[in-house]
């Protein structure tokens, strides 16, 4: 394996519970009406701000990568139990930034990690990249 991207977003994604919204499209003479989705604000303005911090980067559509997510938070209660946050919640927003910002798919992920660091100064994702 070598690593061939490192990169820290200093903010955590919205939930997927937090990405998309039902959206209702009125009838028309030519069409009946129907429900879709569309991806929320808060993620558009989140995918927007996270590019700005992953650099330029070669990287091929020819090979395979294990992708590690690390995120930094607060993931206790002032009690000391554990908060109710499912940090793979957060791992569909991050992938889809990442690889659509080097124009890849994820189809190319073969392997995952993901590792929730209590940190209570400074929420941030450490993405890593690596091909196989």
Not at 17 to 37: D, E, K
Not at 67 to 89: F, I, Q
Request: hydrophobic content about 40%.
């Amino acid at each position: 394996m070598n690593l061939v991207l490192e990169v820290t977003i200093p903010m955590l994604p919205p939930s997927v519970n937090a990405i998309y919204a039902p959206v209702n499209v009125a009838p028309t003479s030519s069409r009946r009406g129907f429900s879709t989705i569309k991806m929320r604000r808060e993620a558009v303005e989140w995918i927007g701000q996270a590019a700005l911090f992953l650099p330029p980067c070669k990287l091929g559509a020819d090979t395979t990568y294990r992708m590690e997510l690390e995120y930094h938070a607060n993931w206790r209660t002032k009690s000391g139990e554990l908060k109710n946050k499912d940090v793979r919640n957060y791992e569909k927003l991050v992938t889809d930034t990442v690889f659509r910002r080097y124009g890849l798919s994820d189809k190319l992920i073969w392997e995952s990690l993901v590792v929730k660091v209590q940190n209570e100064e400074k929420e941030k994702v450490v993405v890593k990249l690596f091909t196989l």
